[in-house]
């Protein structure tokens, strides 16, 4: 008898595998035994061991082992030497590793054999069980037979990891026949019974027995139908030595279910299932499951499993079966990767699907249709060439920005690429064609920046009237509300950039400023501070001259506050606009990099005072500060001449109104107004 160290053989087994690997590689071994003796009305008998315990609901008891027997050729004795070889070879050609015993020791505690064999006309038995020391065999007995029919049954009992995954017969039965099909289809008419079974000495309760052969006919629940695709074979290029290329053949299976399964690519090796791979990882309509009419008016559904065979994976699986030597990308040592053989079956599957996968399909494209036309329609000539393929059938609206996003930059890439080719082509002339196309795209790009934008703005303009309003508690918002939408509080030009900022709320000159700050200290330390102060730059609206750009200056109060019109306040807005105008005209001020302020006597400066004109407001600020009202009626004006400068103070619902009446034809133009 041999000695290895059995343990360490099981702990070493790294390949994917489970519960079910040692109940196949037992139902194979039986189906080849059958096979091995020539025997015409095979039967391969599996035996379900339940727990003793019974169930407080009465529930089926846990499975905790099998039993498979076979009318095969028996345990002889070349058959025992190899069970107790590791590596043996006595099946390689049928694709035998001489590795299973040890899969079957991975998930269960004990494995059993009892056969009969005959030789020279005389029946024997072989009983002994699986050592987990050092020997394969353990306890063997060995007699003469008083059975005078040869097969084996082999018992797998007590899993080391919890109960088996699934209890009842029907579910147990149609994972077998996923994982063992590849065996049926290669010789359905000879193919032994497989029927699994109650051991009724553990069980009181009656299951049916359920022959495993039937799914196939239908015959059960129709739980099988193949489809037979157009297409079902492929080939990939090898480029080692005189093979080219291999092939690999498809077999296409709905497999009706209530089950949780989903749509699977299975890669098979000697006839058995050794790695699935979720079809949605290459085709995202694959999902889900699918739904078909019963003929009955009724919904059933449906899952695709896709079978792939092949000698490169009959040559390259690993030992457990629980794998492939070669890895999901191609290398040097192996020419063929796991990702091309998937992406070349998805492709197959997908196109024997038809109209179940273009319907998934269309309904994607409608879902971002419906995206782009209601939410953003800056996306319009962006997704006309989009490839929609990777994304899921039911992409989240931050799928669909991301997704659209990156397109958009691709794009814009691209376009800046031809353009610098064109630029640099000395011969202008000859591409008239091209510089006509490249156009109309910029065209269409700024076309969709600008929609962007729109949208943005009509956003913040419906943010901004939500919040003018009375709040759930009854009360007004408060004026930093207010103020960070139009500008964030304590920011800066130098922190914030102009797409950042909403100034264009209160005056669209404002988009374009040399230098915002917001809520914050002027410089050298100086704690005064007004809410904004702006300096225009002189190309966008005044020419070149750069101390006659105006200073601007705001000052944000909360809706309904008047309390600053008060003799004894010391918020007068319109007297600390004043003293902020002189003192930055006297030099008191610099920028927060130390910057020098380039102003004179004669800058023009604009105060804004922003608040609600109560009657109270408006007596103040014509009887006390000598203002004139607008001709809206909405704000109050007065023109300080030895500063020249020019306050307004403008009411809330003015700022609203006149943003609202400037961007109104944009709104209307992209359908949100």
Not at 36 to 64: W, Y
Not at 308 to 315: N, R, T
Not at 442 to 465: M, N, P, Q
């Amino acid at each position: 008898m041999s000695r290895i160290n059995i343990g360490c053989a099981v702990q070493n087994i790294v390949g994917k595998t489970e519960p079910y690997s040692p109940l196949v590689e037992l139902a194979v071994n039986a189906v080849e035994s059958i096979e091995e003796a020539g025997q015409q009305n095979g039967c391969v008998t599996i035996r379900v061991l339940r727990s003793d315990q019974i169930k407080i609901d009465q529930a089926l008891p846990d499975v905790v082992g099998f039993e498979v027997e076979d009318n095969g050729i028996g345990f002889n004795q070349e058959h025992l030497q190899s069970f107790d070889t590791l590596y043996t070879d006595l099946k390689i050609q049928q694709g035998g590793k001489g590795f299973g015993r040890f899969v079957c020791l991975k998930h269960f505690k004990n494995l059993s054999v009892h056969s009969v064999y005959e030789r020279e006309h005389q029946f024997f038995f072989q009983k002994f069980s699986m050592g987990e020391d050092h020997e394969i065999i353990h306890n063997l007995e060995h007699d003469v037979s008083e059975i005078k029919k040869t097969g084996t049954t082999v018992s797998i009992r007590h899993l080391r990891t919890g109960p088996f995954p699934d209890k009842k017969l029907d579910t147990i039965a149609k994972v077998l026949v996923q994982r063992i099909l590849p065996f049926f289809l290669s010789n359905q008419e000879r193919f032994p019974k497989i029927i699994l079974c109650e051991d009724s000495s553990v069980t009181q309760d009656h299951q049916e027995p359920i022959c495993l052969n039937d799914f196939l006919d239908n015959q059960i629940g129709n739980f099988l139908e193949r489809i037979e695709p157009k297409i079902s074979t492929f080939s990939l290029p090898t480029n080692t030595g005189d093979q080219k290329q291999c092939d690999f053949s498809v077999h296409i299976f709905k497999l009706y279910t209530p089950r949780n399964w989903t749509n699977r690519i299975s890669l098979v090796a000697h006839k058995r299932e050794v790695l699935r791979t979720q079809l949605s990882d290459h085709v995202p309509e694959f999902q889900d499951a699918f739904d078909e009419d019963n003929g009955q008016g009724e919904l059933r559904k449906y899952i695709i499993k896709a079978y792939v065979c092949s000698d490169y994976l009959d040559e390259n699986v690993s030992v457990e079966r629980g794998g492939f030597r070669f890895k999901k990308h191609r290398d040097l040592e192996y020419p063929i990767g796991r990702l091309q053989i998937e992406e070349e079956v998805a492709h197959i599957v997908k196109s024997a699907l038809g109209s179940d996968i273009t319907t998934r399909e269309d309904q994607k494209r409608k879902t971002f249709q419906d995206y782009v036309d209601n939410k953003a329609p800056w996306y319009k000539r962006t997704l006309a060439d989009t490839d929609l393929s990777k994304l899921p059938y039911r992409p989240t609206e931050e799928q669909m920005e991301g997704h659209l996003r990156v397109s958009t930059f691709r794009r814009e890439a691209e376009l800046k690429t031809r353009v610098d080719k064109i630029m640099s082509d000395v011969d202008l002339d000859s591409r008239d064609h091209d510089l006509a196309e490249i156009v109309s795209d910029i065209s269409d790009s700024s076309k969709e920046k600008l929609a962007e934008y729109v949208v943005f703005r009509k956003i913040i303009l419906d943010l901004f009237k939500r919040n003018l309003g009375l709040s759930d508690d009854g009360n007004y918002s408060y004026e930093r509300v207010l103020h960070d939408i139009i500008f964030r509080r304590k920011g800066d030009t130098d922190s914030v950039s102009y797409e950042d900022h909403n100034l264009w709320l209160i005056d669209e000159r404002l988009n374009f400023t040399s230098y915002v700050a917001s809520d914050k200290p002027l410089g050298d330390g100086n704690q005064k501070r007004p809410d904004i102060l702006a300096f225009d730059r002189a190309h966008m609206f005044r020419g070149d001259n750069v101390k006659s750009n105006p200073i601007t200056i705001f000052e944000f109060k909360r809706p309904r506050e008047d309390g600053f019109t008060n003799p004894s306040s010391l918020e007068d807005p319109i007297m600390k606009i004043v003293r902020y105008v002189n003192d930055i005209r006297d030099g008191k001020f610099s920028t927060p990099e130390g910057r020098p302020i380039e102003v004179t006597d004669h800058t023009p400066a604009y105060g804004f005072i922003v608040c609600d004109i109560s009657q109270k407001v408006r007596n103040w600020l014509l009887r006390e500060r000598d203002f004139r009202d607008l001709p809206d009626n909405l704000g109050w004006y007065r023109w300080y001449d030895y500063n020249s400068l020019l306050i307004q103070v403008i009411q809330w619902e003015k700022i609203l109104q006149d943003a609202e009446i400037r961007n109104k034809i944009y709104f209307k133009k992209l359908g949100l107004a």
